[in-house]
Every structure is written in structure tokens, then in C-alpha cells.
């Protein structure tokens, strides 16, 4: 069982960062490829980008490739999300993810884990 707690979320103007932080209950970490997707109001929930248990291999959606970064720190037991030079179509729920498998989290019926989400506001 793993618990998943995001942060880092909130307002910010176009052209802006932002960093999430998911932090991951259990000493297996390392075990687990992590996943970032999010949903926005009336949309499915989709992918974002996903990193392997070394954080060797990372994975991006096409809409946030050049802008977005993961990483992880398997001794902090702590995945990231680097967003720069936001849009206002980046407005959504961002959710972390986890799987536990040698298998990158890119679909949502990959995941194990869910987090509860953060709320990230692209805005003037």
C-alpha cells in the first residue's frame, strides 16, 4: 500500500512556474515508476508525465514536452513536477500516480495509486 500526498499547487499567471511535489508513504519507493496526470472541469482524466523507479527513463505527453520536467528523489521519497511557461490550458487537477511494475504509469488503468489532487490555476 502506498499513500500519496501532492503539493505545490496554486495560482499563477501566464508564462509562469510552478512546482508540484508528491510525497509517498513506504520504504519501497524505488520499486514504484511514478506518474503525474490531471483532469480539467468536464475533461478526462489525462497524462502528463511519467519517470521509471531509477528515474533513468521519463515519459511526456506531447502538450507539455520542452515545458514540463519529472524527477524524483528516492531517498526523500519524493516525485516532482517542473512546469514552466504555463497556459491557461494547463488549468486542471493535477494528480500523482503510482505503479508497481516495471511499467510507466501513461494510462489511468496503469495506475495503482491514486493521490487527491492539487489545483493548478493558469490565470491573469
Known amino acids: 500500500q502506498v499513500q500519496l500526498v501532492e503539493s505545490g499547487g496554486g495560482l499563477v499567471q501566464p508564462g509562469g512556474s510552478l512546482r508540484l511535489s508528491c510525497a509517498a508513504s513506504?520504504?519501497?519507493?524505488?520499486?514504484?515508476?511514478m506518474g503525474w496526470f490531471r483532469q480539467a472541469p468536464g475533461k478526462e482524466r489525462e497524462f502528463v508525465a511519467a519517470?521509471?523507479?531509477?528515474?533513468?527513463?521519463?515519459y511526456y505527453a506531447d502538450s507539455v514536452k520542452g515545458r514540463f520536467t519529472i524527477s524524483r528523489d528516492n531517498a526523500k521519497n519524493t516525485v516532482y513536477l517542473q512546469m514552466n511557461s504555463l497556459k491557461p490550458e494547463d488549468t486542471a487537477v493535477y494528480y500523482c500516480a503510482a505503479k508497481n511494475a516495471i511499467v510507466l504509469p501513461t494510462k489511468p488503468s496503469r495506475v495503482d495509486y491514486w493521490g487527491q489532487g492539487t489545483q493548478v490555476t493558469v490565470s491573469s
Open positions: 519517470i521509471s523507479g531509477s528515474g533513468g527513463s521519463t
Open positions: 513506504g520504504r519501497t519507493f524505488s520499486n514504484y515508476f
